[in-house]
């Protein structure tokens, strides 16, 4: 770690080696920034991480590998990271993200003022066709919403104070692969603290570019989604019977686009992913379904 470092930035790893080197490209090439660590936590990757990481160490010296193999998940890998962060501002983005020139400036004089931030992701630039499949915008302009008008900033895409961290819990390393930060933030915000949005802090979010992938990504997104809803559900958010799921499951089938483009049936694909990943998820759970 740099001697002066003033923040730590965090990236969950998991077999990443193909693409993490243009994520430290990225952070290599930060405008304005304050002196940073950059800490790589790996989640037991089998591949070669290490040889790929250590060619970085002369033109990012801040970089380091820590083990975050106890547990398998992006939640034990972040929090892992920030148990070995040496600075109290810590920033956390993705191995196979790319963050844009002034992301560690926005976020990191941003704590300056808040406890919690995060800002917009852009989905075309490493994703291409595949970015039209799932639902999310293709450039974000604001925080996320959930029940009750709570917002949170997407996991790939953060900034906090350690002390929130701590006295928030950490992420939930029960979790599946999807609504881990939405935990977070519905905990963080019944402890007072609220996410700042910040427009400079921009991170080209890759998508899976095989459609295989993006299914397995919905449907992990999918059984988060019923574990955060079996969690945290207010009381306001009525479930559904048997009877109306049924009804809600046959609608979706019934809107298959068989008139529809290729990107058309494949977006649906995603929507019936992530909806057969809550239904199993919440029955795994004993459940009623989100």
């Not at 148990?83 to 300056?112: K, M, Q």
């Not at 917002?151 to 029960?174: A, H, K, P, S």
Request: proline share 5%; with cysteine; hydrophobic share 40%.
């Amino acid at each position: 770690m740099p001697d002066d470092a003033q923040c730590s930035v965090v990236i969950p790893t998991y077999n990443a080696a193909h693409v993490i080197g243009e994520q430290l490209a990225a952070l290599r090439d930060q405008v304005d920034a304050p002196p940073f660590e950059v800490v790589v936590a790996d989640n037991g990757s089998t591949d070669d991480l290490y040889a790929v990481v250590d060619r970085w160490r002369d033109s990012l010296p801040g970089v380091r590998i820590v083990d975050a193999s106890r547990g398998r998940g992006v939640s034990v890998a972040r929090n892992a990271g920030m148990e070995n962060a040496s600075s109290d501002r810590i920033l956390i983005c993705d191995a196979d993200d790319r963050v844009s020139e002034s992301w560690v400036s926005a976020l990191s004089e941003a704590l300056n003022e808040h406890h919690l931030v995060s800002g917009p992701v852009e989905t075309t630039a490493l994703s291409g066709a595949s970015a039209a499949w799932v639902p999310i915008a293709e450039r974000t302009d604001g925080l996320f919403e959930t029940w009750s008008g709570r917002t949170y900033g997407i996991g790939c895409n953060l900034g906090m104070r350690r002390g929130v961290w701590q006295e928030v819990g950490g992420f939930d390393e029960t979790y599946p692969a999807g609504a881990e930060e939405i935990d977070f933030a519905w905990r963080a915000w019944d402890l007072g603290y609220r996410f700042a949005y910040v427009p400079d802090a921009l991170i080209h979010y890759r998508i899976r570019t095989d459609l295989r992938g993006v299914l397995r990504q919905q449907f992990n997104s999918g059984r988060g989604t019923a574990t955060l809803y079996a969690k945290v559900r207010p009381t306001e958010v009525v479930p559904k019977s048997v009877l109306r799921r049924i009804h809600h499951e046959l609608l979706l089938l019934r809107r298959f686009p068989i008139r529809g483009t290729g990107d058309d049936r494949r977006r649906w694909l995603t929507l019936m992913a992530f909806e057969a990943g809550k239904v199993v998820e919440a029955r795994r759970l004993g459940s009623p379904a989100p």
